[in-house]
């Protein structure tokens, strides 16, 4: 049982089963990888994205504080 609430502790505060988390928080890696990758081309070429970055974390932000974690990630998946 104590193993258990590794997996289910967290994801429950947020009002999310174990498999809707993972499903947002691998969303959010994907779009924070793009935003890091952005990044780094950026800071190599600056007249390139010069914008990714900075229109990734806006997304995310929207998404954290709407309260529809879950249907963004899942939406954004299905695109």
């Keep these: 049982m104590a193993m258990t609430r590794h997996f289910t502790e967290h994801p429950a505060s ?3 089963s174990y498999t809707e ?3 947002v928080a691998a969303h959010f890696a994907r ?3 793009k935003a890091a990758g952005a990044a780094a081309v950026h800071a190599v070429v600056p007249s390139m994205c010069k914008t990714t970055a900075s229109e990734c974390i806006r ?6 504080n709407s309260g529809a974690r879950a249907h963004a990630a899942t939406d ?4």
């Design 31 to 33: 779009c924070l990888t």
């Design 14 to 16: 947020v009002g999310e």
């Design 59 to 64: 997304k995310l932000y929207a998404e954290i």
């Design 76 to 79: 954004a998946d299905a695109a």
């Design 21 to 23: 988390h993972f499903r």
